[in-house]
């Protein structure tokens, strides 16, 4: 009976480290995917100063968006949580779309091949941003699931495990798409 009861015992401690440890493993990832996202967004705040000089030689005028655009920069390096780096990144996004609309009106730097170099740079890294929230949301939903799951939510209980943020998507983005010939 003792062995039963021993047997028993060691199955529960095995499936508590099993667990624990499959929690620390998505939190790491879940760290992980986020780094990730600092990274692309390090490489598009550098990218930024650089695209508004260039552009600013042509469309100076234009000064109260490359303002903006400047303190969006600031006000995003120095967010704190997912939500204020998603809003704040969103933002960002609205204004580039500006500034590449403002290019459109100036043939000549249009044609710039510092220009053309930047905003090919800075569509890349776009990309890579948008495949690093993606892969984060993955991530954070397979962490904030597993938590969920009984018995697993049992551990995430006793180790104090909360959800993690998803990275928010631009209101404007969830709409239907207006295309026009």
Known sequence: MIWII???VA????????????????????????AQIDV????????????????????????EIFENLGELRAKAMGAQSVKEVGDTNNQITQALKTIFAV????????????????????TN????????RQFYNDIVMQYNAAQQRIPASIVANMIRLTPKEYYP?????????????
């Open 103 to 122: 290019a459109e009106n100036y043939p000549e730097l249009k044609a710039n091949e510092n220009f053309l170099k930047l905003q090919e740079e800075l």
């Open 40 to 63: 692309q967004l390090k490489r598009r705040y550098d990218l930024i100063p650089n695209l508004v000089n260039t552009v600013k030689g042509y469309a100076a005028h234009e000064k």
């Open 125 to 132: 890294t776009e990309n890579k941003i948008a495949f690093a």
């Open 6 to 8: 021993l047997g028993i």
């Open 169 to 181: 998507v631009d209101e404007g983005e969830r709409g239907p798409i207006n295309v026009q010939f």
């Open 11 to 34: 199955v529960i401690v095995l499936w508590f480290i099993v667990t624990y440890n499959g929690f620390i493993n998505l939190k790491n990832r879940v760290e992980n995917a986020w």
